[in-house]
């Protein structure tokens, strides 16, 4: 074999492989994560029942950018109540509110709404 065909044959190797690499990362992927949650409650209030922790989030997008995506990067996903009164108020969390690399979308939130009942603390 000539020096010049195995060249190019190494050559056309490491396109290939660069290709399957650089496709393989393009493809999309949905994954789930527990994202940290986070309510700003009035000054005076607390709530009755205890809020979330954490909320389970599914996304969507780039394997390559999905595969090493830390929780905590995402979050917290903050809902804002501050301006509530005492009793029953609800909160809702919106996809907004969770930080994503470019090319990563919301697919679902669990729990993405509540109720909370605040009551004047002691």
Excluded: C, K, Y
Excluded at 81 to 96: H, I, N
Excluded at 101 to 106: K, N
């Amino acid at each position: 074999m000539p020096r010049s065909e195995l060249a190019l044959r190494l050559l056309s190797l490491a396109m290939a492989l660069a290709l399957l690499i650089v496709v393989h990362g393009e493809r999309r992927v949905t994954i789930a994560m527990s994202v940290p949650f986070e309510a700003r409650l009035p000054a005076g209030l607390e709530p009755v029942t205890p809020l979330p922790l954490s909320l389970r989030v599914a996304l969507s997008g780039p394997w390559a950018r999905l595969r090493n995506l830390d929780p905590g990067d995402l979050g917290p996903a903050i809902v804002d109540l501050s301006r509530t009164a005492p009793g029953a108020a609800s909160w809702s969390v919106r996809a907004e509110s969770i930080h994503l690399p470019p090319g990563v979308q919301v697919e679902s939130i669990h729990p993405a709404q509540g109720m909370v009942d605040l009551r004047r603390d002691r």
